[in-house]
């Protein structure tokens, strides 16, 4: 018999995170996660449970029924949308301007699907005018992929322009809103958005592994008429749907839910819920403006131009000469201060400054800009 290995209890730092996730978590959300447990099929819970399909339905704006938190990371919001409504042989336009639309392309692939990809340049927002090319020239193309907040650069695209032109040709969206829900403008329902996955966090300054997502009628209406079994047995979302939602309240079993995380986002939204999502894209908006002002000061430059930037992922270039590990290291332990690293094409380039949720405030804004000072000086 292998010995018993003996480990004291883990007790971690407190730290201000301020890269691209996960972000500072409400004290509350904290709170709630440490509640008792109970079961996942305990009254109690079923009516916490349809609560928080509402409060998940209030922060996407939609009315959609299947709307739910898929009891794993964004990633698999990710994959229980193609992985549901995208078969073998159809063909998908997906829109790549960073990692993340790029793992959307992985994603169709894995399916068997075909992708026709619409690349722009990392920092560039989704270019309308180019997916409107790549539809008139694919009309058997059955779905539109994008990311609507890419993680890896801090650029917005417009999901309202390209979910219309999805529409006009035909064409199911499937987007990406793991880091703009909660942060950015949001609406489901008046963009017309037919499948949609977020993450918990982000934005909504939740414990990670729980991912919100939301399938519109037609999208509901697809998946119902596959052809071929959804190839993920755990992610099938005409299984996990009776456990939702069921008549009389009634759930059918499915899997153990992370009971104590939903808890923990059911918290998150209800604080979000309290602010009201447009103060709270407001207050991300404000923090922006004033870590703008700090960091040009400093003579950070942005990655992305003013009109496509995201509030609550700052994307600046690294000065020539400076260390990018070594500040970070500094940040981390003079200062107990995270920020992100870069991505991809911009690993060793550029970092990522988050204003999430809970982060985005005036004191993680005045230590971040006075720790980057005291550390580039």
């Known amino acids: 018999m292998l010995p018993a290995p003996r480990f004291t209890a883990f007790n971690p730092p407190r730290r201000i995170l301020m890269g691209p996730g996960p972000s500072d978590v409400y004290p509350e959300v904290l709170a709630a996660q440490s509640r008792p447990t109970i079961g996942h099929l305990d009254p109690l819970f079923v009516g916490m449970m349809d609560e928080l399909k509402s409060l998940i339905q209030y922060a996407f ?143 909504l300054s939740c414990v990670p592994g729980l991912s919100p997502v939301s399938f519109s009628s037609a999208a509901v209406e697809k998946l119902k ?68 002002a700090g960091l040009e000061k400093l003579g950070l430059n942005f990655v992305v131009a003013e009109d496509y930037r995201l509030p609550q992922l700052n994307t600046v270039y690294i000065p020539a000469g400076v260390d990018d590990a070594a500040v970070r290291t500094r940040l981390l332990k003079d200062y107990n201060l995270e920020i992100g690293a870069g991505l991809g094409a911009l690993a060793g380039k550029a970092w990522r400054i988050g204003l999430m949720g809970f982060g985005a405030r005036r004191e993680n804004v005045s230590l971040c800009l006075k720790a980057l000072e005291e550390v580039l000086n």
């Open 61 to 203: 704006q939609t009315k959609n029924e299947m709307t739910m938190a898929v009891s794993a990371p964004g990633s698999a919001g990710m994959e229980t949308c193609f992985v549901n409504l995208v078969e073998p042989g159809e063909k998908v336009i997906v829109c790549r301007n960073g990692v993340f639309g790029e793992r959307m392309r992985q994603n169709v692939e894995r399916v068997g699907a075909i992708a026709v990809l619409v690349d722009n340049e990392w920092g560039a927002p989704v270019d309308p005018a180019a997916v409107e090319a790549a539809l008139k020239a694919n009309p058997d193309a059955k779905f539109l992929a994008f990311v609507h907040a890419e993680t890896s650069t801090g650029a917005l695209s417009d999901a309202k322009t390209l979910c219309a032109l999805a529409k006009q040709y035909g064409c199911l969206s499937i987007v990406d809103a793991v880091t703009s829900l909660g942060g950015v403008e949001l609406r489901v329902d008046e963009w017309g958005i037919d499948a949609i996955y977020s993450g918990s966090q982000k934005c």
């Open 225 to 292: 008429n596959r052809k071929t079994p959804v190839q993920s047995w755990f992610l099938d979302q005409s299984l996990v749907m009776a456990y939702w939602t069921s008549a009389g309240g009634k759930r059918s079993y499915h899997h153990t839910a992370p009971v104590n995380a939903l808890y923990a986002l059911h918290e998150s939204l209800r604080i979000l819920a309290a602010e009201g999502l447009e103060n709270a894209w407001q207050r991300h908006h404000e923090m922006h403006l004033v870590l703008r």
